[in-house]
């Protein structure tokens, strides 16, 4: 009874292990990080609220703690001084990265809900901000009605 309990609590462990990693990698990150730069740009502002949330949101996702807290602020930084130099440019730049995951359905489907999340950290999921998350959804190939969008 106790090996088998060890064995199947060790074929349990692996399992979640392959699941957290099969996100682990920079193509995944960098456009989750795209999507919530999206969304926080909807407004024309990126607050500290929606900062904080796409971080804690990460750190604290099975799915996203695996990355490094560090590369991802660099990766935000970078795509918010893309939106500051052109706000289109930014738009088209994130898009692509988003991009990318089309065709991977369940990461596609985090990245949306991670930035459905973001979108409401500050207490009001506006038009602007399920316009965008529509957006990601068409770059994505995903119906936004599967998100109440």
Same mark, same amino acid.
Not at 56 to 79: A, C, M, P, T, W
């Given at each position: 009874?106790?090996?088998?309990?060890?064995?199947?609590?060790?074929?349990?462990?692996?399992?979640?292990?392959?699941?957290?990693?099969?996100?682990?990698?920079?193509?995944?990150?960098?456009?989750?990080?795209?999507?919530?730069?999206?969304?926080?740009?909807? #407004?024309?502002? +990126?607050?500290? *609220? =929606?900062?904080? /949330?796409?971080? $804690?949101?990460?750190?604290?996702?099975? &799915?996203?703690?695996?990355?490094?807290?560090?590369?991802?602020?660099?990766?935000?930084?970078?795509?918010?001084?893309?939106?500051?130099? #052109?706000?289109? +440019?930014?738009? *088209? =730049?994130?898009? /692509?990265?988003? $991009?990318?995951?089309?065709?991977?359905? &369940?990461?596609?489907?985090?990245?949306?809900?991670?930035?459905?999340?973001?979108?409401?950290?500050?207490?009001?999921?506006?038009?602007?901000?399920?316009?965008?998350?529509?957006?990601?959804?068409?770059?994505?190939?995903?119906?936004?009605?599967?998100?109440?969008?």
């Amino acid at each position: 009874m106790l090996d088998w309990l060890k064995t199947n609590v060790a074929a349990a462990r692996e399992t979640l292990s392959n699941e957290v990693t099969k996100f682990k990698n920079r193509e995944f990150m960098d456009a989750v990080v795209a999507g919530c730069a999206l969304v926080a740009a909807a #407004d024309g502002n +990126i607050n500290s *609220a =929606e900062k904080q /949330k796409m971080t $804690g949101y990460i750190q604290n996702s099975g &799915e996203l703690k695996v990355f490094d807290l560090k590369d991802v602020i660099q990766s935000f930084q970078e795509i918010c001084g893309k939106f500051e130099f #052109d706000a289109e +440019i930014g738009r *088209a =730049e994130a898009l /692509k990265t988003i $991009g990318k995951l089309r065709g991977k359905d &369940e990461a596609a489907r985090l990245l949306v809900r991670v930035c459905c999340a973001i979108g409401g950290s500050d207490g009001s999921f506006d038009d602007k901000e399920r316009a965008v998350c529509r957006s990601i959804c068409v770059e994505l190939g995903l119906n936004g009605a599967d998100f109440d969008l």
